[in-house]
């Protein structure tokens, strides 16, 4: 089977990519911007044509996107996410080559969630921000296409690679130098979040399915399980051996997130059942100043509220697919790649 990866460079590219190469029944050809493509190709700027005629050439029975931005204005989003997959929907229709199209989508898309919910494919979406918006509408041009494609809506991916500028990358960066400099108190803020993180190597076993498999329309891909952002700080605490205390800028008055051996019950850390509304927060409470504490904020501005949790039952009955690596895991890659720059 010859599949065509589209963004085989960014962070979900890279382990797709990986993941296709160790199936010996996969000829993979590597379309992106950078060097490390095989051809180099912008979808932003293309035209369909063009790519069309490389599709033709290539002829690949399955065409992966993993291209896109999570940053910029509206227009860039647009340009990249929208206009992008535009792009390939319309060269796919003209080309002869009736290559299926697994498409990343993004939980971004549906929104906010009630708190305590799973979130399932017949969600209507109201995403909250242009990066949800850009998203929701590729994801609409791939539905009313008619081609024989997918689109795998992946919630918070995490692991090995999580970019420095994500909530678990920042944080992860922030323990970092606060260990570097021997700083005994670490202050977060906006971790009342709850979302719903999946392991960027789920992600391209789910990918490599889809690829497979003969399933259309949105399949969610994520844990089924939503996880507060303090309470992935305690852990990545403890992974990392971080012996100072964590403070929770936006918390209840005097808390503070434990980070023993008891998963954090009892004491003041006991306060998962508040859920706090995230604010960006920098720096120390009444301009309080301490040379042995960092203060960050990890504001969540995904547009999706307070809560995200998938229900990932059609992932399970429609790819035969379910998450193994669990959160604990996944933070533990996320330090080994921190404590490398100490």
């Not at 309080?288 to 990932?312: I, L, M």
């Amino acid at each position: 089977m010859r599949v065509l990866l589209i963004g085989a460079g960014g962070y979900l590219g890279r382990f797709v990519a990986d993941r296709l190469l160790a199936d010996p029944a996969v000829q993979l050809t590597a379309l992106g911007r950078g060097d490390d493509a095989d051809v180099r190709f912008d979808l932003a700027t293309g035209s369909p044509g063009a790519l069309t005629r490389f599709l033709d050439a290539v002829h690949p029975g399955v065409v992966v996107n993993c291209a896109g931005t999570t940053r910029g204005g509206a227009r860039d989003l647009t340009r990249h996410n929208t206009v992008a997959v535009a792009t390939v929907c319309e060269a796919l229709r003209r080309s002869g080559c009736g290559a299926r199209l697994v498409q990343i989508g993004c939980s971004a898309e549906y929104g906010p969630s009630q708190p305590n919910s799973s979130t399932a494919e017949d969600a209507v979406p109201r995403p909250g921000g242009p990066y949800g918006v850009s998203k929701l509408a590729a994801t609409e041009l791939v539905l009313g296409s008619g081609l024989d494609a997918v689109v795998l809506r992946v919630f918070s991916p995490a692991g090995p690679g999580t970019p420095a500028g994500s909530p678990l990358g920042r944080l992860a960066e922030a323990m970092r130098r606060a260990m570097q400099a021997g700083d005994g108190e670490l202050k977060l803020g906006g971790l009342g979040v709850q979302r719903d993180f999946v392991d960027v190597r789920d992600v391209a076993r789910a990918v490599h399915a889809a690829s497979l498999s003969a399933a259309q329309g949105v399949i969610n891909i994520g844990s089924g399980r939503a996880v507060r952002l303090r309470d992935a700080a305690g852990a990545l605490a403890r992974v990392a051996g971080y012996s100072g205390v964590l403070n929770e800028l936006d918390g209840p008055p005097g808390a503070h997130l434990s980070h023993s051996g008891h998963s954090g019950h009892g004491g003041h850390a006991g306060h998962t059942a508040h859920t706090p509304h995230p604010r960006p927060a920098i720096g120390h409470p009444r301009g309080e100043s301490d040379q042995h504490t960092v203060s960050v904020a990890f504001p969540y501005p995904d547009g999706c509220g307070s809560w995200q949790q998938a229900d990932v039952r059609t992932a399970r009955d429609r790819l035969g697919w379910r998450p193994r690596i669990n959160l604990e895991e996944s933070l533990a890659d996320i330090w080994m790649e921190a404590a490398c720059r100490i």
